[in-house]
């Protein structure tokens, strides 16, 4: 993989500790598989495979939310330590391919993103999209499959926690939100999160905002909806990530919050009840 990161620029914190080992997609940090909760960041990275350049795009591109989510893979590495659980990192920058969105859906991989052309995904040959599913997109849901199964098999089935970040401004619109959680069905983890974040903070708490989390095929519904399993996806925004402070201050924050919550044996085991998806009648 070709390092993109500017290691040096401050405001990318601790993004730099999920660089790539050679050839694998993802990244994996060891956990415990029977404390109930698996960490996951679908934006984690900013990085390509050389063989992609930089996919016609100047590099100052790379160190924008186009290429990755700022200071998310920062606080998933620390939340991560602090609680002793699993992560699943991308190792790969959703210009490439984007593990936060369906298969089948349009924005899978971009031509256009906030004004940005990418002439090299606008240039793909036929077989290319298929090409970067087998070989990124699809590893990265597998080794979130293979942590989740670990975990029940340890016999405590998990709690998914998605990390994202969004901008302070969208469209010339100021985004009023510190942090948000999205979710669509399953409201078993998001309303204590909710509950604590507000009544904790002096922050404004976007329930499904900045965005909804109801989206189907992206990897909150397919690994916990459609798997029965409790989950929430935090976004938080970058000028609170940005660097190393915040990320510290934000991953202890949701680290505390969380333990707090696992500990409620009630709460505990109702997050850990494999939720059956209804029959779909006709």
Not at 200 to 223: A, L, Q, S
Request: net charge negative.
């Amino acid at each position: 993989m070709a390092q993109l990161i500017d290691t040096k620029t401050p405001a990318l914190g601790t993004d730099h500790l999920a660089l790539p080992k050679e050839g694998s997609p993802f990244e994996l940090l060891n956990g415990a598989a029977d404390r109930g909760l698996v960490l996951v960041c679908d934006h984690a990275s900013n990085q390509l495979p050389p063989e992609y350049g930089s996919l016609g795009l100047p590099k100052a591109e790379f160190l924008r939310h186009i290429a990755y989510d700022i200071g998310a893979a920062g606080v998933t590495i620390l939340m991560s330590k602090i609680l002793g659980v699993p992560a699943v990192l991308s190792k790969f920058s959703r210009l490439l391919i984007d593990p936060n969105r369906g298969a089948d859906d349009p924005t899978l991989i971009m031509q256009l993103s906030d004004g940005a052309i990418i002439a090299g995904n606008a240039s793909m040959s036929e077989a290319e999209p298929q090409h970067r599913y087998q070989q990124f997109y699809k590893p990265y849901h597998q080794a979130i499959d293979r942590q989740i199964d670990d975990c029940i098999a340890a016999g405590q089935p998990p709690a998914l926690i998605s990390i994202h970040s969004f901008t302070q401004e969208w469209r010339g619109d100021l985004r009023p939100w510190e942090a948000g959680i999205l979710w669509d069905k399953d409201p078993r983890l998001v309303h204590p999160l909710l509950d604590c974040l507000r009544r904790e903070t002096d922050f404004t708490i976007g329930d499904n905002e900045p965005y909804t989390g109801k989206t189907k095929g992206d990897c909150m519904n397919r690994h916990g909806t459609m798997r029965g399993l409790a989950h929430a996806l935090i976004e938080i925004r970058q000028d609170q990530i940005k660097d190393g402070a915040g990320q510290q201050e934000w991953a202890g924050r949701l680290a505390d919050i969380l333990t707090r919550i696992l500990k409620d044996p009630a709460r505990a085991k109702e997050l850990s009840i494999i939720k059956k998806l209804p029959a779909i009648s006709g």
